[in-house]
């Protein structure tokens, strides 16, 4: 069935061939008959990492296979949504090891994008909990790998943006909770110096991000909000809460219905939103309790939020910088602040090491902004990915909708060698997406 497609930065749109299958052997058929076609999960990637010429949707793949509520571990198909698993994990005192910003994206997807959150720097990312998976490979063939077996498939699926095959079946850890309430600290910065500070102070805390203003200048250069918690005991909770320590009330949802005028997103709007944003915060410190949800996916309250960009869409432009390269924060930060492009959605956070062979994270700082496609937009872009390269960086792959491939093949290292698996287990390319053919990863 040919479908308009496009990922949740709405831009590219394309036409597309899509597919969806239930069963393992029907997939299997599809990926034998097929070439120049990319898996999807739910569509959470930005750009346009699961978009191609022929899509394979996962969203009828959504069973949860097991779980071990004495263990905690859960065995579910790709495409189960993080939402769906936390309904049944945290009434059970269980919660993902590692989760992003959205609680809307597939299994499948987690693995493809490996993804991160507030506790990379404690905890690593998705790939470090995962047990064993089975990826239907270019020969048709369904592998079962793991660190140890099969360890090259395992280690380039992870990250990988569905080029080495088809994730059918994942296999994971889940951490133990006694409730479903975050104990939260809030901490104002007047400046990008005072929270990288902070952040080295309160690198103890399981969780940690920051919202930054990218519109300061001056003394408040940087001014922020260093958000930082851990799970809740029964002890921390009032009275209210610990009633029912792991279930949450149902919270009515917003929606913004239609994508909304392109003129609304301005220099001036941004730094109000900022202004009040950051002077909602009235003490210095601010501790309380506070359910996961709104800690962990606070614009997942707002349905469809991306229409606020319009209908060019917007990019997320997500990089990272070696701890040791502050001064290239700095230095992109500038740039931002002197075109007066900043946005809306601005967080900082830590990275710890990340031994992997295609995974974003490194030990250092990422910085994620949210910017409306425009006229000179990717001129600007292209400027900032000069500063990440001259300062070690890297863009995330699982944003990425523009980069060129000399910027990929000069910021992963090890590229060459995920390259070489792709081709192992991709014979004929097989699995192939918009952003692999501008890469030069399937060409």
């Known amino acids: 069935m040919q479908k308009r497609l496009a990922n949740w930065g709405n831009y590219p749109a394309i036409i597309s061939e899509e597919s969806a299958y239930t069963q393992e052997e029907q997939l299997r058929s599809f990926v034998v008959a097929h070439h120049g076609f990319i898996a999807r999960g739910n569509g ?85 909990h995962i047990t064993e998976m089975d990826v239907i490979t270019g020969d048709g063939l369904t592998i079962t790998c793991s660190p140890v077996a099969h360890a090259d498939l395992y280690w380039a699926t992870c990250g990988g943006m569905g080029l080495t095959g088809v994730i059918t079946r994942v296999k994971f850890g889940l951490k133990k909770i006694e409730t479903a309430y975050i104990k939260q600290k809030q901490i104002k910065a007047r400046n990008l110096e005072e929270v990288i500070r902070l952040f080295d102070e309160y690198k103890h805390y399981t969780y940690s991000m920051a919202w930054i203003d990218c519109l300061q200048k001056g003394d408040s250069f940087g001014r922020s909000i260093l958000i930082v918690g851990e799970h809740a005991t029964k002890a921390d909770l009032n009275a209210k809460q610990g009633q029912a320590p792991l279930q949450l009330p149902a919270k009515p949802r917003l929606t913004v219905p239609f994508n909304l005028p392109s003129f609304i997103l301005n220099t001036f709007t941004v730094k109000a939103f ?121 863009l ?9 491939q000399e910027v990929f093949w000069k910021s992963y290292p090890n590229a060459g060698r995920f390259a070489e698996i792709v081709n192992t287990y991709n014979p004929g390319k097989r699995f192939e997406s918009l952003q692999s053919e501008r890469l030069l990863l399937t060409k």
């Not at 995330?396 to 060129?404: E, G, I, Q, V």
Request: with cysteine; aromatic share 14%; charged share 20%.
């Open 396 to 404: 995330y792959l699982s944003k990425d909708a523009r980069m060129k």
């Open 44 to 128: 959470r990637c930005y750009g346009d990492a699961s978009l191609g010429k022929h899509t394979l949707s996962m969203l009828k793949y959504d069973k949860v296979l097991s779980f071990d509520t004495v263990a905690g571990v859960l065995e579910t198909q790709a495409g189960v949504t993080l939402d769906k698993i936390l309904d049944i994990i945290v009434p059970k005192g269980w919660f993902l090891p590692v989760t992003p910003g959205t609680k809307f994206i597939t299994v499948g997807g987690a693995v493809a994008s490996d993804v991160h959150g507030k506790n990379h720097h404690m905890e690593g990312a998705f790939s470090g």
């Open 274 to 394: 900022n202004w009040l944003y950051y002077g909602k915060n009235f003490k210095k410190e601010i501790n309380n309790v506070v359910p996961y949800e709104p800690f962990f996916y606070p614009l997942d309250a707002i349905l469809h939020w991306n229409r606020g960009y319009g209908k060019a869409g917007f990019i997320q432009y997500q990089f990272v910088l070696p701890l040791e390269q502050k001064e290239g924060l700095v230095a992109i930060l500038r740039r931002i602040s002197d075109k007066g492009w900043g946005s809306f959605l601005a967080v900082l956070k830590v990275f710890g090491r990340q031994d992997s062979l295609i995974s974003f994270p490194m030990e250092g700082y990422t910085l994620a902004l949210d910017f409306p496609v425009r006229k000179g937009l990717f001129a600007f872009l292209d400027e900032l990915d000069e500063i990440v390269l001259q300062y070690g960086g890297r």
